[in-house]
């Protein structure tokens, strides 16, 4: 029996199966949704948000949580988790009728959200519930999401005059067209490009596993040879482990110039998918939008909601950890220089696409071991195992397997629950590249934590997503797929994401999980858990070797470890002129008077004053840069720095715990941070949090003793 999302509303006959209205408060039916159901749910369901909106700023419905606050936030999920079943699917499982349907509601969707935030009488009642008496009543969580509504309507324009109001709705509009056409254009340039290899001789250097991934690639497209795509795990074997440098220039040049008007001229409407212009009208936007909340710029606008203060403290952060992190960069660069020039025959020079292949038989010389030994002792299902085994350690919580519907065969479902077996969350792993997917790995949220009208808790779910290269066939069997230790890091990272959505014990929608939390303390759960990677008794226990089924031996592990930091000072260097790069095009960048390549040339300049290695002269990196053009991430890419500092200080306490019970994984100092960090989500500032956990401040200390900067 099917309930609709919005019991005990009926719905109409002709939308009473449509799988985006009848999954109720529990799991949509991804594979049912068509293209055909889009439209008239989503109509319906703006219809239903609106008519809850006319009621709420009635002036008969009492400012008060229980008449104001929860019927709103009712409709508003309502439509919003609908919208996000599209928006995922759109990311995950993209097709031109799936996209077309998608962008056709994008700008109403947009539109209802943005009226929602400008709407004065709204805002007036939120005002006076704060004023009253029963605000003193509320819980902290029920407080905080009044708060940061009031400053969310302030930041949506809801004291602009009835004059301004219709510019910035359009400005939000336009916006999340541009978002939408940005990570467009890169997925469809990403997809769009296959370069076939017919002659196996060319494959010299490139591992077993690579090699047969490209024939499937290839045999999947009806072509013969072996098929190599710009999907990462198609791409950065090739720069690592390629002895072919035509191969590895081939695949780099066609890599930087992605959405740009250099893509390669095999890419069938390349033009279309430049994003040069995409990026110059988003920064005028969003710098317009700036201007008319009183802000001098975008940058300061995105400081509102974070830890940080003010525009000049990012950036005094970034540029001094530049500076601390310079001379190692330089150091790690003259080592590689060398090696490639006496070990390799560089002669004259490194090029761009032979710095990872250089890299990389550096790492072998120095380390005696390559990438591509240390993968085959990770299995996914092994690593899977000894993840939640880590989160079953430290928060007292149990994983089990769960059958929710999903929207691939390869996508995995799980529960999560307590102790005594109560289910708390629930997430899902979606691990693989392929056609049609976003690039990357991320976490979002499927549904949130609160307490409904009736009093029962509705419990939150997660999309944990990935690109790691999917198993392959190889002499007809099947192999089981492994995964580097990067992607390791990057499978932790997010469910660090993840067990801040599902641990949660908030009730309030507003502020459970990660909503709510400052932007630039919400990578603090996330880089958290990367620290385990490089612990000996995680990853003893999380290994098996594809072939023999042995462990990790430790002589492995403690050479990866000697290598932790290896070129860390550029790697380091290089996020922080990303970061730099995202925060001058939105504090000090006119975009209003650029032209042509004026955001490449901001990108450049940064580049040229921080960077050891010069940036190549057909470089387009930023076009793709779907952090800050498509992401969210927008005068927040600082944030990966930020709340670097908070997770590696939040780490050490394990580290001294250690020091005492002999294991980083003390349930004990979990219990701690789980409680402190994990379960309060956004109810409290993060900076309260920390201090609730450490005890203190938070100190640089340990990030640069971590990354070998110290």
């Not at 068509?34 to 002036?59: G, M, N, R, V």
């Not at 009488?121 to 407080?143: C, E, I, P, V």
């Amino acid at each position: 029996m099917t309930t609709s999302l919005l019991s005990p509303l009926a719905l109409p006959s002709e939308l009473q199966n449509n799988p985006l209205l009848t999954f109720g408060r529990g799991i949509a039916a991804y594979s049912e949704v068509k293209p055909e159901h889009i439209t008239p749910a989503i109509q319906f369901l703006l219809k239903h948000a609106q008519a809850a909106l006319d009621t709420a700023t009635d002036p008969k419905t009492p400012s008060s949580w229980d008449a104001l606050a929860e019927p709103l936030e009712d409709a508003t999920e309502a439509l919003g988790r609908s919208w996000g079943v599209i928006s995922h699917l759109n990311s995950v499982a993209d097709t031109p009728e799936l996209r077309a349907a998608y962008g056709e509601m994008l700008p109403e969707v947009t539109a209802f959200f943005s009226s929602l935030g400008q709407n004065l009488a709204l805002y007036q009642k939120f005002k006076a519930l704060k004023n009253s008496s029963d605000f003193a009543k509320l819980n902290r969580a029920q407080k905080k999401v009044i708060e940061n509504s009031l400053r969310d309507f302030r930041l949506g324009g809801a004291e602009l005059s009835d004059a301004d109001k219709p510019r910035f709705s359009a400005i939000q509009d336009k916006q999340a067209v541009l978002g939408k056409a940005f990570s467009d254009h890169v997925l469809d340039a990403t997809d769009g490009f296959v370069h076939l290899v017919s002659d196996k001789e060319d494959l010299a250097g490139l591992p077993e596993d690579a090699i047969a991934a490209a024939a499937d690639t290839a045999q999947q497209k009806n072509l013969q040879g072996w098929a190599f795509t710009l999907h990462f795990p198609s791409y950065y074997p090739v720069m690592q482990y390629s002895e072919n440098r035509g191969l590895r220039r081939l695949m780099y040049q066609a890599y930087v110039t992605r959405s740009s008007e250099l893509a390669p001229q095999y890419t069938k409407s390349k033009l279309d998918w430049d994003n040069t212009q995409n990026m110059l009208e988003q920064l005028r936007l969003r710098d317009e939008e700036a201007r008319m909340l009183g802000f001098a710029n975008y940058a300061a606008l995105s400081l509102a909601p974070k830890m940080a203060n003010t525009v000049d403290e990012v950036d005094l952060f970034l540029t001094n950890f530049a500076l601390k992190s310079k001379p190692f960069a330089q150091k790690d660069w003259e080592e590689l220089y060398e090696f490639a020039k006496a070990e390799l025959g560089f002669v004259d020079g490194l090029e761009p696409w032979d710095i990872p292949f250089a890299a990389e038989r550096l790492k072998q010389a120095r380390y005696s071991f390559s990438e591509n030994e240390l993968k085959q002792y990770f299995p996914l299902p092994k690593v899977l195992d000894g993840l939640f085994k880590v989160i079953q350690t430290l928060f007292g919580v149990k994983i089990e397997a769960a059958d929710l519907p999903t929207w691939h065969a390869d996508v995995q479902s799980f529960a999560v629950k307590d102790l005594a077996g109560k289910i708390r969350a629930y997430f899902y792993l979606d691990p693989y590249a392929r056609p049609g997917k976003r690039g990357g790995a991320w976490m979002d949220d499927a549904r949130g934590r609160r307490e409904l009208a009736n009093g029962e808790i509705q419990i939150p779910v997660a999309y944990l997503v990935c690109n790691f290269a999917p198993p392959v066939t190889v002499d007809g069997i099947l192999r089981q797929p492994t995964i580097t230790h990067d992607d390791v890091i990057t499978l932790f990272h997010e469910s660090g994401h993840g067990l801040h959505h599902l641990l949660t014990q908030v009730s309030a929608l507003g502020v459970s999980g990660i909503n709510g939390v400052e932007w630039d303390a919400v990578e603090l759960p996330s880089q958290f858990m990367e620290n385990f990677c490089w612990e000996w008794e995680v990853l003893e226990k999380m290994t098996a070797h594809a072939q023999t089924g042995k462990p990790l031996p430790r002589e492995l592990f403690d050479k990866i470890l000697a290598a932790k930091n290896f070129q860390n000072g550029l790697a380091t260097l290089r996020q922080i002129v990303m970061s730099l790069t995202d925060w001058r095009l939105h504090s000090s960048f006119d975009a209003k008077g650029a032209n042509g390549h004026a955001v490449l040339e901001v990108s450049r300049s940064i580049a040229n004053q921080y960077n050891i290695i010069p940036q190549p002269e057909i470089s387009r990196w930023i076009n793709s840069f779907s952090h800050i053009f498509a992401g969210g991430y927008a005068a927040g890419y600082y944030s990966y720095k930020w709340a670097e500092v908070l997770s590696a200080d939040a780490y050490s306490a394990f580290e001294e715990a250690a020091k005492l019970t002999g294991s980083v994984l003390d349930a004990k100092t979990g219990t701690r941070y789980r409680e402190e960090i994990l379960e309060v989500g956004g109810s409290r500032p993060a900076a309260e949090s920390f201090k609730a956990f450490r005890g203190r401040e938070p100190s640089i200390d340990a990030l640069l003793r971590h990354g070998g900067l110290a």
